[in-house]
């Protein structure tokens, strides 16, 4: 039987593509002999590299935001040697249809996005609130019902766990059970718990037997480094100090986390981490943890989902009224479930 190419043109956020691993297992599920490669920013190859149904990873260096062109196009007709007979879009935008078109890809399926009239020929309705479904969807005939009901579930191989270790400095794994604090949120503030709020949960955990581990990118890493110095021992600070790849080693041995919404979060699901996610501005409909692990927690206040990088109303009460009891209740309340179970 002839396989099928496919090139997929990533999204740029990191838990964006971590759902869009779900697009890729129901391809390998319904065509199982397609050959499917990823186009992705830099940044996320190492990502993209944990996702077993991908043949290869092309990674590029477009700055976020421009049109660059001239980059594009010449990008567009190097890809024509792969001899791609499909190209899915999962982002929105104009530009991201750019090289499809050039590379004179067969079958170009994508959401209409910014009047992407004439570089997608297989253009489809956005029939379902989750982002997930509507990456599954564009693998699939139109209509099919499997874009919604059966969703695989995102699942990421973790690497030589011991090695990553060393490199933070850590001769083996740690006895004591891990808690992980994902404090960041790449979109803005209005995504972000109150950072005393992760301190109680530091504190009490710790007070529990446990030790944290804080994750973040460079951006987190003052966020990291004030949890650090007031929680003090048993907490180790890792915002910057992890590439995204380490990220997922090391959260892969942790006992449970707690997240804002974000692609930590999404990774953590991925792994099937017990999880708390924190919804403030944004909406756990569109974009939740895909996992039966997860414990979602959102207030639903007459004001949220705003949508917004920071909280118009400057109170922030879509996440500040979320406690650290609550928190802990729900994280206790999952432990003992499993301690039934075991």
């Known amino acids: 039987m002839q396989s099928n190419n496919i090139l997929v043109i990533g999204p740029s956020w990191v838990g964006d593509m971590v759902m869009a691993q779900s697009l890729l297992k129901m391809i390998k599920r319904e065509q199982p002999n397609a050959k499917i490669d990823v186009l992705t920013p830099s940044w996320s190859a190492g990502l993209l590299k944990r996702m077993p149904e991908i043949r290869y990873v092309l990674h590029h260096n477009l700055e976020h935001g421009k049109l660059n062109w001239q980059a594009r196009k010449r990008l567009g007709l190097e890809m024509q040697t792969y001899h791609y007979q499909q190209a899915i879009v999962l982002p929105n935008s104009w530009k ?12 170009r399926t994508g959401y209409l996005g910014e009047m992407r009239y004439h570089l997608l020929n ?3 309705d956005k029939t379902f609130i989750k982002t997930v479904s509507q990456y599954v969807a564009l693998g699939l005939p139109k209509g099919d019902s499997k874009a919604d009901k059966v969703i695989p579930k995102p699942a990421l191989n973790h690497g030589t766990v011991i090695k990553t270790l060393q490199r933070i400095g850590l001769t083996s794994i740690p006895k004591r ?32 037997g446990w030790q944290v581990w804080v994750f973040g990118s460079k951006k987190e ?9 007031v929680v003090g021992k048993n907490c180790i600070n890792l915002c910057g100090k992890t590439t995204l790849p380490d990220a997922i080693d090391l959260l892969s041995i942790s006992k449970a986390v707690i997240s804002n919404d ?11 981490k017990p999880l708390i996610a924190l919804f403030g501005s944004s909406n756990p409909n569109m974009t939740p943890p895909l996992s039966n692990q997860a414990s979602i927690i959102s207030l639903k206040l007459k004001c949220s989902p705003c949508y917004k990088r920071t909280c118009p109303k400057r109170h922030l009460k879509c996440l500040r009224d979320i406690t650290p009891v609550k928190v802990l209740q729900t994280l206790n309340t999952y432990e003992q479930k499993q301690k039934i179970l075991q």
């Open 221 to 229: 890493m003052l966020l990291g480094a004030e949890i650090k110095s």
């Open 96 to 107: 991201s249809a750019l090289i499809p078109f050039f590379a004179k890809i067969p079958k």
């Open 262 to 272: 974000s692609g930590l979060m999404h990774v953590a699901a991925a792994l099937n």
């Open 177 to 208: 059970p891990i808690l992980a604090l994902c404090p960041g949120a790449e979109y803005g503030t209005a995504k972000q718990w109150p950072i005393e709020n992760y301190v109680a949960c530091a504190k009490y955990k710790i007070s529990k």
């Open 122 to 124: 297989d253009i489809r």
